[in-house]
């Protein structure tokens, strides 16, 4: 592989949504990354995952031919008989069984290209209702609850720098010190100034050094933020011009809030009274306030009212719209922002158009070229897609995503992927996903192609191709128009990404993520562009919301969230908490980081952190193994002893496979609304086990 010209460039990571600017340039070893100090939003900084992330490039685990599974093996194969394996199992399905007994399951890592085209190509090629993608299991919960409150979901409406500006910054349920520690540099500019609040079951670092930690219970975020909000009406510190002007339906919020008195709410949340009150004094006095969610918010079975509950404080702060201040959410996927906005799933339109806005279906029927009614069907989500398998979905397409490892009740998963008559993976590494895969087509990676990405901040940004791929693997979009070619739809997607974004900018004009003004030229000019940007003479829309919502009267909707736990954690069969998340080294289903020298080195496995006095009960100790079972299965890890969580709650982090999936014990209830599985807050009972076995040699 030879980088082109110039020797070294620009670029951004390929992991999380902060999209950090790096610069990739020959070394020794192939390609390495350092921080681009003209990129704003990182200003140089990388954490370890983008400082490792050229490794992958040259990486010996490399997928670089085709693989039919032949006799229950993958053996290689050419792309035309890897393609047209593909295709025939997807319209031998379609065939025998309907088209919507095949599904597709996209991914948060695509471009905007990509999950553009996987949209169209779900609908137009395979015909089916079932696509949708990995971020149902991320950012889900909080774009349902930004779009019912606000008519828009954009993670932080506001730029990022005003973090650092915020006389007070609440950040419930995130550790971003550990999953973008790039935002350091915001988050000690801000608390030289100003104060911050943490809410979290851990006392993580970011929780210990901020200036109020409400250690809440996993799953108390609602009756959390109400209490909040009864401090704020009964001190009579809420904005009432505020929602009188630009809000509707808080008396129904308020009723709801008068009843959750924060004695009350330390009884079900943990938190002690003194510590509401004080959170919400320091929040109203606040010139510039700024309200965070992260996964700890959302992922849960009323993920979506939990987010909401946050939203209703900060609209009783006033603070949306207001310069300096708003409330946003910290997105986590590469392409978390634009991935969940261009159609990659059934139940929207590119553009974040619904199903239900006729214009909006016409509009992208006319470029499409279809007509208007093949585009409004809904069909399943993620975890109902993946649950399905063997009983309505019979054909499964997984581009960039490797479900066995990221999914709830993962164990079923593999039960279930065992048996599947059609599993199609495009992926650039063998991932425990691919083991399943009947075809495997191995695709490039980030700095082999180009292609957009929006992050948090909804900012579009364009990531040249600059290392030339090794021969074997193609990109996805040429994949998808060889798929669709064989499926008798040719010229469906064009294999180019300039051309396909155009289309893109078509299908979004006029809509409420309106990319038609964004183009190539202007990226590659060096225009810094937020979405909306509804012309190609238009600055981009960095700061959302201060004249109006985009809601039908421009009001935004205060939700009366029910006040609740989720009943799984009660019972005594299962009296303890788990809540999964990340750690620094790793990144999601870790099919790249664990492969990565340094980061593997410093974790290899996945340590459970649970409270001493809990361990002790068990007979677990530090450093020894412990099982955590629940409704679903059970999974053996190591045991870190530490005071610094609630002593009912255990950690865990997902990012390993085998007999270490994490999610093999998660599952339970959706959320009814944005069907997000509860990944936070899981009923489990511990104990204590012997090591594992080492393998045999
Ligand atoms: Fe990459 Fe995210 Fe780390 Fe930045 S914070 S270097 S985008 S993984």
Redesign the pocket.
Known sequence: MALSAPATVRT?????????G?TLGPAASGYAAA?DPTFGV?AG???????S?AEMLGHPDRLLQPMIRRNGVLEPASWDEALDAAAGGFARIARERGHDAIATFGSGALTNEKAYALGKFARLAFGTANFDYNGRFCMSSAAAAANRAFGLDRGMPFPLAWMGEADVLLLAGGNPLD?????ERYLTKQRAHGQSIVVDPRRTAFAASASLHLQAAPGTDTILAYALLHVLIAERLIDTAYIAARTTGFLDVRRNAELEYPERAEKRTGVPADDIRAAARMLAKAKRAIVLTGRGVEQHSNGTDSASAYINLALALGLPGRDGSGYGTLTGQ?NGQGGREHGQKSDQLPGYSTLDDPRAVERVARVWNVAPERLTRRGMTAAEILEAIGTQIHGLFVMGSNPVVSAPRSAQLRTKLATIEHLVVCDFFPSETVAYAHVVLPSLQWAEECGTMTNLEGRVLLRERMAEPPEGPRGDLAILAALAERLGVPALIAPDAEAVFDELRAATAGSRADYSGVTYARLRGGDVLHWPVPAVDHPGTPVLFAESFPTADGRARFVAVASHLDSEYCTAEYPWTLTTGRNREH?LSGTQTRRTARLNAAVREPVAEVHPALAERFGIVDGGYMRITSRRGSVDVRARLSDAIRPETIFAPFHWGGTSTVNDVVGGSLDPISKMPPFKACAVRIESVPAPAPPIA
Do not use: E, I
């Open positions: 951004h990571c390929p992991y999380c949504a902060l999209q950090c790096m921080g990182n900084d990388l954490c370890m995952k983008g400082f992330s999953t973008m520690p790039p935002l590469g990144y």
